[in-house]
């Protein structure tokens, strides 16, 4: 069965760290920086654990869409328009994460970095071989610009993540600093070197960043757009000049010539397209799919490969988001009868082969995940909310509804309907109603593979008197909607993060609920979460981060913000076997696909046809 997506994916890049609670290195420039402790690269390292240093470059990489039927800018900052698949690949940043570590990252338009003994501000001294693909230097007039034209003219992800950068300036033409509003988030140095792309202030002086364009911006990374047809395809050419292509945390990476990336309006088109050689790599979400459908002749004869990926990331958080603007759904004991009536045993039997697990915490699978009662000091952030969140937070652990499985949640339905009447609903005519109006709702989607997981959730609902409907827009309309929480309800797939900080605020905090085009998509505007988020952000170590995310974990799915319906431990792929990849994966595993375009490559001895 499809993921809970047309959805969209939220990447959170921060991962976490199991070392000792060491504070970051400050007062001297380094090469790199760990949230907790030291990096596990040196500063004369030659290449990530990861990553084969020495696969050949060469070939081209086809890929194609899974959610985005189309584009219309090569922007991908903004809110405006549908941006191109891996337009990101054009530019660069400050640093770059290590997806095989905790939260560390390392210098690549950075030379060196330095954080201030008192954690006010971070400099960057930029390498003098930084270039952008004019040839022209990336200087710290750029960065500032980008920096500047990032938070004033970008998406509201920019903005929440730096809420605490107060500004930054150009020392000298190699040296930038970002202050500080004080010193007590420690993530926010490696937030600013990790999430700022650079740009040419030059190129961007007489263009409007704010608006959408089809003129590929000058850019200075590993890849540059060589061709596009909007709708069809973009075609990416490997930088053979690409400046930085030597540096050690890009040896072994960016190993393709070409990546092309086609469009499909329709996923049985696109999967047919996989099997006759139409793309390389399918990243299969669907149970019955992947157990059924591999039974053509290329993966009868191994020219195709089936590849499972296990991660060290909590378990992807697939969802049903409720619009709490909506006065339907602001009673919590309304969001709650809706999670009684999702019967995920018998949805598990018969569409999904046993593959998958009902979630039960946004951090699943790690040690993030809230467990039994509150600890001790779990109870010290929550005593102080006592009678602003649920109470069942002190007295019981979440747990899911489980049924037998075979279709007929009964004792499910009577306690959802208990608690409708207790949120004064009564049926009339077959219909929930209160206050002259019913209870309905539209779920909005940009993919029709939902569909048959929400039926039976929809006759569980029927049999309730709610009246529950299903809507497919096309891509461009689906975003401009969600940017503006015009839905009822909308499925989002969720990827958390082992160490998580600021970008919380814009998932949970009332700061983003009303924001349009951030993340808080369910417009959650609750106190206490913003005092728990507060807490997750200054934590000053690991023992204190991990008590603060199971706290505000117990807050959240109390609250039945959403309905959490369920994941898989595995990520699935399908590849061609001209493809080759490195004999290990990193801790964060394939990050649904990226790492195959920046680790894998191409088997030198394949016949491979000229791309355009």
């Given at each position: 069965?499809?993921?809970?997506?047309?959805?969209?994916?939220?990447?959170?890049?921060?991962?976490?760290?199991?070392?000792?609670?060491?504070?970051?290195?400050?007062?001297?420039?380094?090469?790199?920086?760990?949230?907790?402790?030291?990096?596990?690269?040196?500063?004369?390292?030659?290449?990530?654990?990861?990553?084969?240093?020495?696969?050949?470059?060469?070939?081209?990489?086809?890929?194609?869409?899974?959610?985005?039927?189309?584009?219309?800018?090569?922007?991908?900052?903004?809110?405006?328009?549908?941006?191109?698949?891996?337009?990101?690949?054009?530019?660069?940043?400050?640093?770059?994460?290590?997806?095989?570590?905790?939260?560390?990252?390392?210098?690549?338009?950075?030379?060196?970095?330095?954080?201030?003994?008192?954690?006010?501000?971070?400099?960057?001294?930029?390498?003098?071989?930084?270039?952008?693909?004019?040839?022209?230097?990336?200087?710290?007039?750029?960065?500032?610009?980008?920096?500047?034209?990032?938070?004033?003219?970008?998406?509201?992800?920019?903005?929440?993540?730096?809420?605490?950068?107060?500004?930054?300036?150009?020392?000298?033409?190699?040296?930038?600093?970002?202050?500080?509003?004080?010193?007590?988030?420690?993530?926010?140095?490696?937030?600013?070197?990790?999430?700022?792309?650079?740009?040419?202030?030059?190129?961007?002086?007489?263009?409007?960043?704010?608006?959408?364009?089809?003129?590929?911006?000058?850019?200075?990374?590993?890849?540059?757009?060589?061709?596009?047809?909007v709708g069809k395809y973009v075609l990416y050419r490997r930088d053979p000049n690409y400046w930085g292509r030597n540096l050690p945390i890009n040896r072994g990476q960016y190993n393709f010539d070409h990546i092309r990336y086609e469009y499909f309006r329709d996923d049985t088109a696109r999967f047919e397209a996989f099997k006759t050689g139409g793309f390389d790599v399918y990243r299969e979400a669907t149970a019955r799919q992947w157990v059924n459908a591999y039974d053509f002749p290329a993966a009868k004869d191994g020219r195709v490969k089936k590849l499972q990926v296990t991660d060290g990331n909590p378990m992807l958080v697939q969802s049903l988001i409720p619009n709490l603007r909506r006065p339907l759904f602001q009673d919590r004991r309304v969001r709650q009868a809706l999670n009684y009536a999702f019967d995920f045993e018998s949805l598990n039997r018969t569409l999904f082969y046993g593959q998958y697990r009902r979630l039960?915490?946004?951090?699943?699978?790690?040690?993030?995940?809230?467990?039994?009662?509150?600890?001790?000091?779990?109870?010290?952030?929550?005593?102080?909310?006592?009678?602003?969140?649920?109470?069942?937070?002190?007295?019981?652990?979440?747990?899911?509804?489980?049924?037998?499985?075979?279709?007929?949640?009964?004792?499910?339905?009577?306690?959802?309907?208990?608690l409708l009447t207790a949120a004064g609903w009564t049926l009339k005519d077959g219909r929930l109603q209160k206050d002259g109006r019913a209870l309905e709702f539209e779920i909005l989607e940009a993919q029709a593979g939902l569909g048959a997981m929400l039926t039976p959730w929809f006759k569980n609902l029927e049999r309730l008197g709610i009246k529950a409907t299903f809507r497919v827009v096309d891509s461009t309309q689906y975003l401009n909607r969600l940017n503006a929480f015009d839905f009822d309800m909308v499925g989002v797939l969720f990827a958390n993060s082992l160490s998580p900080g600021s970008e919380q605020r814009e998932f949970w905090g009332s700061g983003a609920a009303n924001q349009p085009g951030g993340q808080n998509y369910g417009s959650v505007s609750d106190p206490a979460v913003d005092a728990l988020v507060e807490k997750v952000v200054a934590a000053p170590d690991r023992t204190s981060l991990i008590t603060a995310t199971r706290a505000l974990d117990r807050v959240l799915t109390w609250n039945f913000f959403r309905v959490l319906t369920y994941s898989s431990l595995t990520d699935n792929f399908a590849h061609w076997s001209k493809l080759l990849h490195p004999e290990r994966f990193p801790l964060q595993g394939m990050v649904l696909g990226e790492t195959i375009v920046s680790t894998w490559w191409m088997d030198p001895a394949a016949n491979q046809p000229t791309v355009k």
């Open positions: 069965m499809k993921p809970l997506c047309g959805m969209i994916w939220i990447f959170a890049v921060w991962m976490a760290s199991t070392q000792p609670s060491l504070a970051l290195v400050r007062g001297k420039p380094v090469h790199g920086l760990a949230l907790l402790g030291e990096p596990r690269h040196g500063a004369d390292f030659k290449a990530l654990d990861y990553v084969n240093p020495d696969a050949p470059k060469g070939g081209a990489l086809v890929l194609a869409n899974e959610l985005d039927q189309t584009f219309d800018t090569f922007n991908g900052f903004t809110l405006k328009g549908a941006a191109a698949r891996y337009v990101g690949l054009t530019f660069d940043t400050l640093m770059a994460s290590s997806l095989d570590e905790p939260f560390s990252v390392y210098c690549l338009v950075c030379e060196t970095v330095e954080i201030a003994p008192d954690g006010t501000w971070v400099q960057f001294t930029l390498r003098p071989e930084a270039k952008f693909r004019d040839g022209t230097s990336i200087t710290a007039d750029d960065v500032v610009f980008s920096f500047t034209t990032l938070m004033t003219k970008g998406a509201p992800v920019f903005r929440l993540s730096w809420s605490d950068v107060t500004g930054a300036e150009a020392r000298d033409s190699r040296t930038v600093r970002f202050k500080f509003k004080n010193g007590d988030t420690q993530e926010l140095p490696l937030v600013v070197g990790q999430l700022l792309r650079v740009f040419s202030k030059k190129y961007w002086e007489k263009r409007d960043f704010s608006a959408t364009t089809l003129e590929p911006p000058l850019g200075g990374g590993p890849y540059a757009v060589e061709n596009f047809e039960r915490s946004y951090a699943q699978k790690s040690e993030l995940e809230a467990k039994g009662l509150p600890s001790s000091g779990e109870l010290a952030l929550l005593e102080p909310l006592r009678g602003k969140i649920p109470p069942e937070v002190f007295s019981s652990e979440f747990t899911q509804p489980v049924t037998d499985g075979q279709g007929a949640p009964r004792e499910n339905l009577l306690k959802a309907r208990a």
